[in-house]
């Protein structure tokens, strides 16, 4: 039994006490007393090399973020777009290599919620049987402010419908539901949207008899989100969010007509674009090529 002799108590203790007491294995003091003999070992990676070294993965992963139409996606779709090359690494890898780089897009600290108004989900497994809507607002150089609404499916996250208006009326709130009716039901008619239900909070402009008659004529089930809970209506604030970083905070516009039509370029370029994670990163446009037929199937 190998024994030593403390220097604070003068006492000896046997290695097996000491392992013991410091919860370690007796295996990897005999490890390290053996790379000692042999003189300092450089640390190295377990196993066999990888087939791509992290300066070169740095580059590749530069290369992936400039090529993007989109700023500040994170380390997950950019594993994604690497796959896609054909480049297979571990998500873990691509976040710290990302991280050294200083690559990560700046994201808000997570709020910690009370208990719930509310249970279950908002998402639903298949398109148009849920959409939200929402409306934000930006500057334009020579007219002033100017309303945006939007609409956005809770299956695909697909952008229904996207309009600006120097007035923020009740009236201009109906247009993005008018893109998308007509655009994923066939016309714009009575009933031509039964089994469909919006998503919106109490703004004036949702809770308008003018805009609730619309909901009732087209068949829409009018399903207002809870007081002081905007996660209820969560799906359209994100591509609020999206909106934003992506369109109005690094663009400017000098007329709310250049603004609207910048929207009705973004509202394809994102559908065709945008990677949505919880479908495995596909596209919205993609992602309803692939529910559609389910929901037809399942009617």
Known sequence: MIQQTSIATKKTYSLSMVCRTWEIARSSVYFIRAQRKAGVVEARRRGPAPAHLDDELKTIIREVINASAFTGEGHRKVWAKLRARGIRIRKDRVLRLMREEGLLAPHHPVRIHGNKAHDGR????????????????????????????????????????????????????????????????????????????LRHDHGSQYTSRDFQAELKFLGIRSSPSFVREPECNGVAERFVRTLKEQLLWVHTFETVEELRQALLAFKNRYNKGWLVQKHGHITPTQAREQLKPQAVQAA
């Not at 996250?157 to 996207?162: A, D, P, Y």
């Not at 309009?163 to 109906?174: I, N």
């Not at 893109?179 to 066939?186: D, K, L, N």
Request: proline residues 3%; aromatic residues 6%.
């Open 122 to 197: 908002i998402t639903t497994d298949v398109p148009d049987e849920m959409w939200g809507t929402d409306a934000t607002s930006t500057m334009t150089r020579a007219e002033g402010n100017a309303t945006i609404f939007l609409a956005v499916d809770h299956c695909t996250s697909e952008c229904i419908g996207l309009h600006a208006a120097a007035v923020g009326d009740r009236f201009e709130a109906l247009e993005p539901l008018r893109q998308g009716i007509r655009e994923h039901f066939g016309g714009y008619e009575h009933n031509v949207a039964l089994g469909l239900s």
